[in-house]
């Protein structure tokens, strides 16, 4: 046990508006029960909460909107006030504008001024690479609170007035699958007993020679005016194929390699925080994993895929569980170009 | 002098096709020769390089391809090889795609796999904040060989049919401010004598309370469609106003602050890698930093504002010209909600 772990002191999260379910959604773009029934089955996601006006197709929320309430909530749950963060690192691949960088407008929100900020361009991993880029700018003694945001907009991609009877199946996932939503965390070197020690942290590109198996196109003037070469591409592409196969076992192998790094056995694990692509996808990714000691703590089925920020819904939960001694593991799995991540979590 | 100053071995660039004259972008945009002298006199940028194809308006070369041309040169000038890097950081405003991040193509391409890659969304201070993140990620002892990389692409956002004459001065300027770059350097932890050491580096958010002089806007699938909120926006918008009020000044403070960091005199300095913004504008900061001994480097008058690359076009330069014991300081304001970056180099 190292004292001078970096310590993950509590974590908060945002969502839009109220859970939309699946009935909502058929009616909203003229679906019949049997799609319903189809997302329950294949998707396994119950609700999810949407920044878009259903009625007007209207963004009503901005990803700096989620972001500020979960700061607000991560900072007043670890008793720190934004005076004391001395840096701030952001995770997510729908930032509001391309400038500037999301991070800053919910600095400035908080009050925020006269530090450094980073915001990382990252998917279903961000969540992992933001703690990662937080814990090495404390570990390196020049900071000492570090204030981590991740959270994801699909508003933008979003479209409704799409015909998803003429999509093709893997267009028609992208409607049902994600959900908005931010997620934050407090992170500090003061080792004070009885706090979260972020024991390790992973994240690493595993991509070499393979296919993305998830892109985010974003459009700009040229193309918006119809003359550029994004015009005709769709705006999200998944192969979902190459995640069911490839997923599962990744996040077997993230796994093991905490563990291992240490010396963890996995009946030593109180809870576990596996990747959280769709229900369905997660109960596959469980039964691999084959944890029978501990705790599952998800919440994609209430909140849909919202990207960056998921890790921090099962942080916000898992620290209010975790008793001293105990240990928790999360996983996650970028599909974009297969990044592996994970952390492993100690109550000291 | 501290011997544990991470080093900064090489720096490379890489620019698209040949340089685009003022004469060249009149007669394509059906602009006369005054237009032309006004980019002249005004702006001060006599060329730049386009990803784009004046005459289709294809993109034809891509942020992931102007990244690896960059990164294999400036691993080349190191003596490094691809295999013993073990992390990259990448900064840019204008990613390929929204996912995968282009860092992760980039290392594919370059050969790297098992390493963590990160991706910044930033914007002129990009390439000072890449730096950081790859210093941070050294210091901390976990890595040894740091990849940093940084670079935009105008291309998504710059309309080829787009009505010169009927553009607001604010907007017209945008068509022939920017260009296309990438530029990369390797870092590494090992304090080899003779090599040049990155002894400061500094970034800070310090647009508190005011407004963004600059905002670059992405469109989604429903924005696409012309359902959205941002299909009446423009692109991009810049507050030039405000811009030459403030850079000027925020360029001497930086300046001051990392002399007054490491007990520099303004009369130690051998070269000053001042903010280019435009020609025009780097001349007014010249001027207000008043460094009368240090050989200034600039690169904006042939390769246009190209945003997150232009620091490396600089430092590129600056590397082939220090000679030991030989010091330099590089100044970088970013206008989007005003962040405060710059470094300071001293060859051991």
Not at 8 to 17: D, E, H, I, Q, V
Not at 255 to 283: C, H, I, N, Y
Request: a negative charge; proline letters at 4%.
């Amino acid at each position: 046990m190292d004292a001078s772990d970096i310590r993950l002191l509590s974590a908060g999260t945002a969502l839009p508006g109220p859970p939309v379910d699946n009935v909502t959604l058929a009616r909203r773009f003229g679906m019949d029960d049997l799609w319903q029934q189809w997302i329950d089955v294949f998707i396994g996601t119950r609700t999810r909460h949407l920044s878009v006006d259903l009625d007007t197709g209207e963004t009503v929320v901005s990803l700096a909107d989620l972001g500020e309430r979960a700061a607000r909530r991560a900072l007043s749950a670890a008793g720190t006030d934004a005076a004391d963060i001395d840096v701030i690192v952001m995770g997510t691949a729908t930032p509001d504008a391309l400038m500037p960088a999301t991070v800053n407008e919910i600095a400035d929100r908080l009050g925020i001024d006269q530090i450094p900020t980073y915001q990382l361009q990252s998917g279903c991993s961000g969540a992992v690479q933001a703690l990662e880029v937080g814990r090495q700018m404390l570990a390196g003694g020049g900071h000492r609170n570090a204030l981590v945001i991740a959270g994801d907009s699909c508003a933008r991609h979003f479209d409704l007035e799409a015909d998803l009877r003429s999509l093709p199946p893997a267009e028609l996932v992208n409607v049902v699958l994600f959900g908005d939503g931010a997620g934050a965390a407090v992170l500090t070197s003061d080792p004070a007993p009885g706090t979260v020690a972020l024991r390790r942290v992973m994240t690493r590109f595993t991509g070499r020679g393979r296919a993305p198996g998830q892109i985010v196109r974003w459009f700009g003037q040229a193309d918006r005016a119809g003359r550029a070469a994004g015009i005709g591409e769709a705006a999200v592409s998944e192969d979902y194929k190459a995640i069911e196969e490839s997923v599962p076992e990744m996040a077997a192998e993230i796994l093991a390699e905490l563990l291992d790094s240490l010396d963890w056995k996995d009946t030593d694990l109180d809870f576990v925080l596996p990747p959280q692509l769709s229900g369905r996808m997660t109960a596959r990714i469980s039964e691999r994993l084959g944890l029978d000691t501990a705790e599952e703590i998800t919440c994609v089925g209430q909140t849909g895929n919202c990207g960056n920020a998921l890790a921090f819904f099962q942080l916000e939960e898992v620290l209010g569980l975790l008793g001293r001694g105990d240990r928790a593991v999360g996983i996650a799995v970028e599909s974009s170009k297969w990044i592996k991540a994970g952390f492993a979590l100690e109550r000291l």
